[in-house]
């Protein structure tokens, strides 16, 4: 494959949407062919399982369920949209991935990891991202951007306090594991700082996008 992939994670209220329209904007500038998805949905499938899975009324959920679900919208991402423009030679942005599921439906849930890891192998074909902007941010500063950003919170956003302070955890930890693909931004600073990191990490992987890169893991 010619094209780029990368990701963005964080927890909630962390500015992920802000800075991938930032990113987006800039790429236009420069005329930089791009795909901007996000997780869940990104298909009309997708989107179809994005309104059950953030369903604040659907708290009988099953943690399976959810984990199928979200691996699902996945596996519809990936083949419908992601890797044709990876194959276009095109640089793809995706707004949570693999590294979501890995937090949310497993470290941060207390579910097994494997689980977590098999169904996903399946669902993405071992499709991983060359670089992951983690925008890391204290959960009770997230929790206040919450509050000014919407009114109402959906099902995730609705779990506890210490739920989320784990996903947090989770992530930093899939950071110190991987620090080639990971990069750690702190989010509590001012929007173009962020954005000026990014950048700055992303231009000479774009360098470089003509060049063949192996996406797929063995």
Not at 71 to 90: C, F, H, T, Y
Not at 127 to 146: A, H, N, V
Request: aromatic share 6%; glycine share 6%; hydrophobic share 40%.
């Amino acid at each position: 494959m010619k094209g780029l992939f990368i990701t963005f994670e964080g927890t909630e209220g962390s500015g992920k949407t802000t800075q991938i329209s930032l990113l987006t904007e800039w790429l236009d500038q420069k005329k930089i062919p791009y795909l901007a998805v996000r997780e869940p949905g990104g298909t009309k499938i997708g989107d179809l399982i994005r309104d059950i899975l953030l369903n604040a009324k659907l708290t009988e959920m099953k943690q399976r369920t959810e984990i199928l679900l979200y691996a699902a919208s996945r596996a519809q991402l990936v083949e419908e949209k992601i890797l044709p423009a990876l194959q276009a030679g095109q640089l793809v942005i995706c707004d949570r991935y693999l590294d979501s599921s890995i937090v949310y439906q497993s470290l941060a849930a207390n579910w097994d990891l494997n689980e977590v890891l098999d169904i996903n192998r399946v669902a993405t074909g071992g499709l991983k991202p060359i670089r992951t902007y983690l925008l890391d941010l204290p959960i009770e500063m997230g929790q206040k951007r919450l509050m000014v950003r919407r009114t109402q919170k959906d099902r995730i956003e609705l779990k506890e306090l210490a739920f989320h302070q784990r996903v947090r955890e989770g992530y930093l930890k899939l950071a110190e594991k991987e620090p080639s693909r990971f990069r750690v931004i702190s989010a509590d600073q001012e929007i173009k700082m962020v954005h000026q990191q990014i950048t700055n990490d992303l231009l000479p992987l774009i360098d470089h996008l003509s060049e063949p890169i192996d996406f797929m893991t063995n």
